[in-house]
Structure formats: structure tokens, C-alpha cells
């Protein structure tokens, strides 16, 4: 079990709950960071009181200091800040839940100061993964994943050998808000109508993910990376339950799968106790209550934005950069009633294709490959 813990992105929904862990086991915290959201940082702060707490404006922090006057915690704000709670020297482990690109620089220099990983910000592995995998191993630190699915890939192959023994690692996904619906019913929906996610409660840009499918397709990306796995060794199935997370399948037929309730406590929690296990706060899955447990082929006519991440992870390079960047832009967008559903696809593949490709990227040309998607998506604004 971790000794003590910094939160990039603890006011979000990933960093709450970790908290939640984090006062389940009796865990201190180091240092939290957070965007503008003051009065939640604050009464973090004043309960778990940090060493320091990071906002991402100046008007943030100066707002933050007023509310904790009374307490020995420092804070900062903006990049550099980020970077000091990635690195602070009391915390053995950092969880990277922050949003977005902005997690790709605290991680790497987490991981350069020798801190275990609790990973929540899939979006680094897809930018960056070949990068941040070799600097994992160069400085010897575990990154432990914190999404539902990689999680779960991650204790199905516990223990088990050597990776040539494993056939394929299956991706499960509950299908989102929109299962089951054609594209001309899809042209149609709200921005209401995707955040309303079947069985987990996220963050809004997460759920958007889910509802376009981007999100499994961002997974695909970072299965690859986390476990050294060509596409062709990555699959999809939907899931609508949610209750088998994930899968492996060895070479010899074997299938395992790990099974819980959809709760992303889970996964948070074993981040920090592993090797261990212990009790969790979480209710026990009752697998006489959980119903049938069905498997479905995504239909990549209607979520198009699966294929097109498939296709960026074949291709590699910057590729998955550009796509990421365009997504993030695009679904920002859409959260603000600027475009419809569809639109994010026919952006983020406008982008994909505007911005130039380069075959091995270094961090510099990842950052600008970034940018230039974005921009790219404000350009083809329809």
C-alpha cells in the first residue's frame, strides 16, 4: 500500500473518489490540484489538509488562499504548480486524473521523480504512450491504471506469464446512451441526451467520449500501449451491463474476465494497495441480482469515431495525438450547443487529415501536433 498521495484533478470525479479511498484507508495527502473549482478545493483542503493545493488561475489560487487562511497548506497555481504536486517528495504515488492533454507533462515528470502511477488520464497514453512507457521503464515506476477496463485487464494478467501466452485482450463497453440507434436517430440527439450515461457517473467530456464511442477507442489506443499489443490483439465487445470490465484470452482458450460492480472506486483503490487487496467501501457484486450478462459487435457504421481511432492507432505516429486534440476540441463544442453529434466526428476526421503527420514525434512535436488540431477543428467550424 502507498504511503501518501498527490491528486492531479481532485475536485473531478475520478479525484473525489479517490479521496474517498484515500479516507476508507486512512491514506495522507500530499498534495491535490484542481481547475477553478475553489469552494470544493477548499473544503478539501480543510479536510484532508495537503501540503499543498494547486488551481489553474492566479484568480483561482488567490480566491483558494482566502478560504484556507487558517491552514499550513501552500498554494499555487498553473503549470508549474502542477508540476510541484506531480513531484512533491511526500507522495509515493501520483493519480493523473486531470482532464486532457494537460495531464501528459505533470505524468512524465511524476514518473521522472520515481512516483507510481495511478492512471487516470488515458489521453497521455494515447498522445505520448511509446514515450511515457519508456521513461516507466528507464526510472523502474509501476503505472497501475485506473480505468475500469485497463484496470481489469491488469488483473487478469496477474500472475499469468510470459506475453506470448496471451492471444487478445478484449475491451468491454456499456454501448453509451445511444445503443442500438441508427445514424439518422443519431443526427438528432442533444447534448442532454448523451450525458445521460447508463451506468457510471463521469465527468461531462468522458461522457460525450461515451456516448460517440471516441472513449473506447481511446482505450483500444491505450491497451496497445500499456501492454505492448498490436490492433490486431485488441478487441471490442458491447456490454451493456457493465459488470465484466474486461477480458484476456490466452492461446490455450482461456478466457479471463474481471467481474465487480460498476463503481470506479475499484480500481482506484487497487492503484494504491497493489499488491495487496483489501476491503473497499464498495457494495459486493451479487451475481444473483446483476441479470444476464450480454455481448454485442460495436456498430461502427453509427459510431464512427470508433473506427477512426482504430484507424489512427494502425497508422501511429502523430496520428493519435491530432485525433485526441481534435476530440477534445470538438466535444467542448458540442457541450456548448455550437455543433450537433455527428459534427464531432466530421471535425476530429477533417482535423486528422489537415494536420501533417509525423512518424516518431518527440514531446515537442506531440504539444504542437495538439495545438494544430485544435486550431484545425475551430477552423472547419461548420
Excluded at 4 to 11: A, D, F, K, P, V
Excluded at 174 to 191: A, N, Q
Excluded at 245 to 256: I, L, Q, R, T, W
Excluded at 298 to 310: G, H, I, Q, T, V
Amino acid at each position: 500500500m502507498v504511503k501518501s498521495i498527490s491528486i492531479l484533478g481532485s475536485t473531478g470525479s475520478i479525484g473525489r473518489q479517490s479521496l474517498d479511498i484515500a479516507r476508507h484507508l486512512g491514506i495522507p495527502v500530499a498534495a491535490l490540484a484542481a481547475g477553478t473549482s475553489v469552494d470544493r478545493m477548499a473544503q478539501q483542503c480543510h479536510e484532508f489538509r495537503p501540503t499543498l493545493a494547486v488551481m489553474a488561475t492566479e484568480e483561482a489560487a488567490a480566491a483558494l488562499k482566502e478560504q484556507i487562511s487558517g491552514l499550513p497548506t501552500r498554494v499555487a497555481w498553473g503549470e508549474e504548480g502542477l508540476l510541484e504536486a506531480a513531484t512533491i517528495p511526500e507522495a509515493d504515488c501520483v493519480i493523473t486524473a486531470v482532464v486532457g492533454m494537460l495531464g501528459l507533462k505533470p505524468t512524465l515528470a511524476a514518473i521522472r521523480a520515481g512516483k507510481r502511477i495511478g492512471l487516470a488520464n488515458k489521453e497521455t497514453m494515447v498522445c505520448a504512450g511509446e514515450l511515457v512507457m519508456t521513461e516507466a521503464k528507464k526510472y523502474g515506476v509501476e503505472i497501475i491504471p485506473v480505468d475500469s477496463e485497463h484496470s481489469a485487464i491488469f488483473q487478469c494478467l496477474m500472475g499469468s506469464g510470459e506475453k506470448r501466452e496471451i492471444k487478445r485482450l478484449i475491451l468491454t463497453c456499456s454501448g453509451g446512451p445511444f445503443f442500438g440507434m441508427k445514424p439518422e436517430e443519431l443526427k438528432r440527439v442533444t447534448r442532454a441526451d448523451a450525458l445521460k450515461h447508463p451506468n457510471w457517473k463521469m465527468g461531462a467530456k468522458i461522457t460525450i467520449d461515451c456516448a460517440t464511442l471516441m472513449n473506447k477507442g481511446l482505450e483500444v489506443i491505450e491497451a496497445m500501449r500499456l501492454y505492448e499489443m498490436p490492433l490486431d490483439r485488441v478487441d471490442v465487445v458491447i456490454h451493456r451491463q457493465s459488470i465484466v470490465h474486461s477480458m484476456v484470452e490466452f492461446v490455450d482458450g482461456a478466457v479471463m474476465a474481471q467481474m465487480g460492480a460498476p463503481d470506479m472506486r475499484l480500481p482506484i483503490q487497487l492503484a494504491m494497495t497493489y499488491p495487496e487487496r483489501t476491503a473497499c467501501v464498495v457494495d459486493p457484486l451479487d451475481l444473483l441480482k446483476c441479470g444476464p450478462l450480454t455481448f454485442t459487435a460495436p456498430d461502427l457504421e453509427a459510431f464512427p469515431c470508433l473506427k477512426l481511432a482504430m484507424d489512427c492507432a494502425r497508422k501511429g505516429g502523430s496520428a493519435c495525438a491530432a485525433m485526441n486534440g481534435a476530440n477534445e476540441e470538438a466535444v467542448a463544442m458540442f457541450l456548448r450547443d455550437e455543433i450537433g453529434f455527428y459534427d464531432i466526428y466530421d471535425l476530429v476526421s477533417q482535423a486528422v487529415d489537415a494536420v501533417p503527420f509525423i512518424p516518431n514525434p518527440t514531446l515537442d512535436e506531440i504539444l504542437e501536433t495538439d495545438r494544430l488540431a485544435r486550431q484545425a477543428v475551430k477552423n472547419f467550424k461548420p
